[in-house]
């Protein structure tokens, strides 16, 4: 179909046939796999899915798009129009586990691993393309900038590397920056404990919301302080001069589980 980009959707349309078949050969598909794919645009992903797989679930929010994929013939491509970062994957992906396939648009992908973190469980592979600044985020080690919020939270439930390194021109309209293709494999288990979930996530957040600042600095602006902060990340043997970029995902649960409890009493004798 002749369809203009649109660039308030952020698209930008894989056309080249190589990284297609780099990503189809990252995602192992099995007849009987169940499938998501967010943003399918002009299908070069979704044409080449579809045969390879028992359902395939596409969530497209530009109309013009989700109209043309609602017309194809297939009986197993399942169309969803809408925003992804608002339909409710609980309630239209019932049958666990799928696969997620995506090229994410680079202006909601972290959104969208926010929210592919919120519903894990459904996925038992993903294999997706970013900006390559934000995949190398993923990626990251401690001690570098470019680890974060990202890597602590995505590298505590998934395996995650890189698949292919792609170049503006595999794309229409070529973007100005290069792509990467990364794959993350769930766990089995988180490889730290995490007792609240959620309160994992708040203090990684706030280690990371200030961090040109040292860790005590950074748990204070967030809101995470009590008196003797200073003594209870002596206590777990983490530094408070440290800065969060530094810190381990071991650390991280370390520091999450003695706020909690900290933080948990304070409230209690309050």
């Not at 002749?2 to 078949?21: A, I, S, Y």
């Not at 109309?63 to 017309?71: I, P, T, Y």
Request: include cysteine.
């Amino acid at each position: 179909m002749q369809h203009r980009p649109k660039k308030r959707f952020g698209q930008n349309f894989l056309r080249d046939q190589q990284v297609v078949e780099r990503i189809l050969e990252a995602a192992e598909l099995e007849p009987s796999d169940s499938l998501l794919e967010i943003g399918p645009g002009l299908g070069a992903l979704t044409d080449r899915l579809l045969p390879c797989v028992g359902q395939l679930h596409v969530m497209e929010l530009d109309r013009d798009l989700a109209a043309s994929l609602q017309a194809r013939p297939e009986s197993n491509l399942q169309v969803h129009m809408g925003d992804a970062l608002r339909l409710d994957w609980a309630e239209l992906l019932t049958e666990p586990p799928y696969k997620l396939v995506a090229n994410l648009p680079y202006n909601i992908s972290s959104q969208i691993l926010f929210k592919i973190l919120d519903h894990r469980q459904l996925f038992s592979r993903l294999v997706l393309m970013f900006q390559q600044e934000v995949g190398d985020r993923l990626c990251a080690e401690p001690g570098g900038k470019e680890y974060g919020i990202l890597s602590v939270l995505c590298q505590n439930w998934f395996d995650v590397r890189r698949v292919v390194r792609v170049p503006p021109g595999a794309f229409y309209p070529p973007p100005k920056v290069h792509s990467v293709v990364l794959r993350f494999d769930a766990l089995d288990q988180p490889r730290v404990a995490v007792a609240d979930e959620r309160f994992f996530r708040r203090v990684v957040k706030g280690a990371f919301g200030q961090r040109r600042k040292t860790l005590r600095n950074s748990l204070q602006g967030a809101g995470l302080a009590f008196d003797g902060l200073v003594e209870g990340l002596e206590g777990i043997g983490i530094d408070s001069g440290r800065r969060a970029e530094t810190l381990t995902l071991e650390e991280f649960g370390a520091l999450a589980e003695m706020l909690r409890v900290r933080l948990g009493n304070q409230s209690e004798g309050s």
